[in-house]
């Protein structure tokens, strides 16, 4: 009987849809671990995580086989076993399952039993669910393979509990949220080893996939709740976990424990990591953005150099006779400290030419908010000419207040194609703009010190499309409109249940009522960065046509 055991976990990241890459990778990360019994991968590793309706191309699961038995192959050398996370096809419905492959063979697979179908979560449209999992036996150890949703259920682990399970290890595909890692750590690992009584080991990915990005983070917790790992967040990582079976129970010997990114320094980092693999997987030579002198957007730009670096940042001033001196020079200002590519291009010509071909038609009627979205829009086809002309893609500066109540123009400032601050609210801009100017971020590779005049950061938030323009002319105090929002949005209050809490009924119904009739914007909005448990997108699916009024 086997009293030792090493087994590696790779935390590692995954092209979707690239399936011999992902095995080759997993191949090297193999080699790697070279002395390990055991090699465990993320869940659906080969497919790459979420594959959302990819996954129902039958060509891809027919080459999903073919890789599955290359890797399986590998395994003949007598090295480590793999436990691979992939899909299989069996009696006309898909599973997500983990298969062991040793001996130059596929010998056990496991299918996932539970199938999250909630938030950005779809996977009921796609796999069947398997029944209660057995433990796998692998050279006299039963290893319990709760994948992923599997590990929030007691029933599930307890089953494995039950069916004889010494060891838990669970392979998952888990997105970054805001406190997500204390939960993961306590609330579910930690419940599952006191019902249980059995150790375990949290194997998580890392990357950015369109709005998602994976933190990594994995962990190993004893039966005694002690972390025996903790790998780092963001980065790939590969670590041979050493376990001995004392007294009839298996303990994993203590190694290194990562220390955790505290708040905002997390949030900056998903939003480094989701920007620069989208960029990089969908092969943008860079980004392209409009820099106004305010907030936001300086936050985009620093965001952007951290991810991609200062060379593959362009940021752009478009002046129109509203915007004041003080927002030139902080532009300036912004653009020298981040070290990037600044151009000047006035809309004032397009202003006139619009208002021209427009003064007919709107002969007899006053300005109002038509003018002010025409230099919106003006600077939205600028800003895409750029990008059409030399490749880079636009990143859109708009933050989730914003985009909470439709402050945004649709086809102006909305356009583009990802933005990093979609799901931050204007008071997590602030936040971040003051520990990025205070901290250079461990995957920068932009400067370190201050990135934006601090200016930037105090003064009156503006559009600058009218004279004297402030948000707080038609919105209330960003520390008085957050709250509502999340309120509102992440935790679905209703306005009487925001009332008991202190805030005035009329301002929340108008909250309320922006909040809905906006949907329409969202749905054509890009995607960006998930940092939230209801980010706008897949997180919360609201119709855009209903009367509903919760006063």
Not at 184 to 211: C, F, H, M
Not at 375 to 404: D, P, W, Y
Not at 526 to 539: A, C, E, H, Q, S
């Amino acid at each position: 009987m086997t009293e030792k055991i090493t087994i590696a976990l790779a935390q590692m990241t995954q092209s979707v849809g690239d399936l011999a890459a992902n095995a080759d990778a997993m191949l090297e990360w193999r080699a790697r671990a070279g002395g390990a019994d055991l090699i465990v991968y993320p869940e659906l590793q080969l497919i790459g995580y979420p594959p959302e309706d990819l996954v129902l191309k039958p060509a891809l699961v027919d080459r999903a086989n073919r890789e599955l038995d290359r890797l399986a192959q590998a395994t003949a050398d007598g090295g480590p076993a793999m436990l691979v996370g992939t899909v299989v096809a069996a009696q006309g419905v898909l599973f997500n399952v983990v298969a062991l492959l040793e001996g130059g063979a596929v010998t056990q697979i496991r299918q996932k039993r539970e199938l999250p179908n909630y938030g950005t979560f779809d996977e009921k449209r796609l796999f069947a669910p398997g029944p209660l999992p057995a433990p796998i036996d692998f050279r006299g150890i039963r290893i319990g393979v709760p994948i992923c949703e599997d590990i929030w259920f007691p029933f599930v682990t307890a089953h494995l509990k039950a069916e004889g399970a010494e060891i838990l290890i669970s392979p998952n595909g888990s997105p970054y949220e805001i406190d997500k890692d204390d939960r993961r750590i306590n609330a579910v690992a930690g419940t599952r080893v006191r019902e249980t009584g059995l150790p375990i080991a949290y194997l998580n990915r890392v990357g950015g996939q369109d709005e998602l990005v994976f933190d990594g983070a994995s962990f190993v917790m004893n039966a005694d709740l002690s972390l025996a790992h903790r790998l780092p967040e963001w980065e790939e990582a590969l670590v041979l976990t050493q376990w001995e079976k004392r007294e009839g129970r298996w303990t994993c010997l203590p190694g290194a424990c990562d220390v955790p990114d505290e708040r905002p320094a997390d949030i900056y980092h998903a939003m480094v990591l989701g920007l620069r693999d989208y960029v990089n997987r969908n092969r943008f030579p860079g980004v392209v953005l409009g820099l106004s002198g305010g907030l936001d957007s300086a936050l985009s730009a620093a965001v952007a150099v951290d991810a991609l670096g200062p060379e593959r940042v362009w940021c752009v001033m478009m002046p129109s006779r509203f915007t004041g001196q003080e927002s030139l020079d902080d532009a300036v200002e912004c653009a020298r400290l981040l070290g990037v590519r600044y151009d000047t291009i006035p809309i004032e010509p397009a202003v006139g030419a619009f208002d021209a071909m427009l003064a007919d038609t709107f002969a007899g009627h006053p300005r109002d908010l038509t003018e002010e979205n025409l230099q919106s829009r003006i600077r939205g086809v600028t800003l895409m000419a750029l990008s059409n002309k030399f490749g880079h893609m636009l990143l859109t500066t708009g933050n989730k207040s914003e985009m909470s109540v439709g402050y945004a123009t649709i086809y102006g400032d909305m356009a583009g194609g990802y933005s990093v601050l979609k799901d931050a609210y204007k008071t997590t801009v602030f936040d971040l703009s003051r520990w990025r100017n205070a901290h250079r971020p461990a995957l920068g590779l932009g400067p370190a010190g201050p990135v934006m005049p601090e200016r930037v950061i105090t003064k009156p938030p503006t559009a600058e499309l009218r004279e004297n323009q402030k948000d707080e002319d038609s919105l209330p105090p960003y520390e008085v409109l957050d709250p509502i929002l999340y309120g509102l949005v992440e935790e679905e209050l209703s306005v009487e249940q925001l009332v008991a809490r202190g805030f005035e009924r009329e301002t929340v119904a108008r909250i309320e009522r922006l909040l809905y009739v906006a949907e329409y914007k969202r749905r054509q909005s890009p995607p960006g960065v998930k940092l939230g448990t209801r980010n706008f997108g897949r997180d919360r699916r609201y119709p855009i046509t209903s009367a509903f009024r919760s006063l």
